[in-house]
């Protein structure tokens, strides 16, 4: 029978550090996917008088780093001139200058539920491939 001794010097963290890092930059290609398509669906699905909120809408990707968890925001940067999120005010509804208001129209919830969908099928299925 032959015998196999293997013996280290030093320490891991370097390689350690950088399949870490392999890991993160790949998860964060793998959100930025994601993030785009959730901008294309709210771009689609956003109502259009100027077309100016509809090309608002952008992604951001944040990570925890207690947890290591990674998060995507999909955010709109068109504000009113009182300072209000215009696409929150679509979605919800809003009060007028002359006392009136205007009825909200559930538009985000439907764009972006599916890219949830594809998200979580995406995650089961590489949890089935490993």
């Known amino acids: 029978m032959t015998k196999i001794t293997i013996k280290s010097k030093g320490k891991f963290q370097d390689a350690k550090y950088y399949l870490y890092?392999?890991?993160t930059a790949?998860?964060?290609?793998?959100?930025a996917k994601y993030g785009e398509m959730g901008v294309k669906a709210l771009k689609e699905a956003t109502?259009?008088?100027?077309?100016?909120?509809?090309?608002?809408w952008y992604y951001?990707?944040?990570?925890?780093?207690?947890?290591?968890?990674?998060?995507?925001?999909w955010r709109n940067s068109?504000?009113?001139e009182e300072g209000y999120q215009i696409a929150v005010m679509l979605q919800?509804?809003?009060?007028?200058?002359?006392?009136?208001?205007?009825q909200g129209h559930d538009y985000i919830n439907?764009?972006?539920?599916?890219?949830?969908?594809?998200?979580?099928?995406?995650a089961w299925?590489?949890?089935?491939?490993a």
């Open 47 to 56: 109502p259009r008088e100027t077309g100016l909120t509809a090309e608002s």
């Open 21 to 23: 890092t392999l890991s």
């Open 125 to 129: 299925k590489e949890v089935l491939d």
């Open 92 to 102: 919800y509804g809003h009060a007028t200058n002359n006392g009136g208001y205007v």
């Open 60 to 73: 951001t990707i944040k990570k925890d780093e207690k947890s290591g968890n990674f998060t995507i925001e």
């Open 110 to 122: 439907p764009a972006i539920e599916p890219i949830f969908k594809k998200i979580a099928d995406d």
């Open 78 to 80: 068109n504000l009113s």
């Open 26 to 31: 790949n998860s964060l290609l793998k959100l």
